[in-house]
């Protein structure tokens, strides 16, 4: 038989692990921040935490990138959601003591 080829997965925020999930360029939606830092690899090491802890979907933005942050921070999101209700359910399920729900919109 001959081998057949996997379609690569892309990173949708609810299924990465590691902290490495990845918001799409142009999705306008909610999430839970998790945590911000001025550093990339401090936001970095954060997630990688948080996804250690099993909170899914967690991943890195840079907020210079989203209309809807505060630029110059790395923020460390879990999950995309296409509701404030969905991200506040999500919210609740989350044990992280800083954690708040945002609407992410893209530049």
């Known amino acids: 038989p001959s081998p057949t080829e996997t379609p690569?997965?892309?990173?949708?925020g609810s299924s990465a692990a590691g902290g490495d999930a990845e918001w799409p360029a142009s999705k306008t939606g909610?999430?839970?921040?998790?945590?911000?830092?001025?550093?990339e690899s401090e936001a970095r090491d954060k997630a990688e935490d948080f996804a250690d802890d099993d909170?899914?979907?967690?991943?890195?933005?840079?907020?210079?990138?989203?209309?809807s942050l505060r630029g110059g921070f790395w923020v460390v999101f879990a999950g995309?959601?296409?509701s404030q209700s969905e991200a506040s359910d999500a919210l609740d399920g989350i044990d992280a003591r800083d954690a708040y729900i945002r609407r992410?919109?893209?530049?």
């Open 8 to 12: 690569e997965s892309s990173a949708s």
């Open 30 to 39: 909610w999430t839970v921040v998790l945590a911000s830092d001025k550093s």
């Open 55 to 67: 909170i899914s979907g967690v991943g890195v933005l840079d907020s210079d990138d989203f209309s």
């Open 80 to 82: 995309q959601y296409d």
């Open 104 to 107: 992410i919109e893209p530049n």
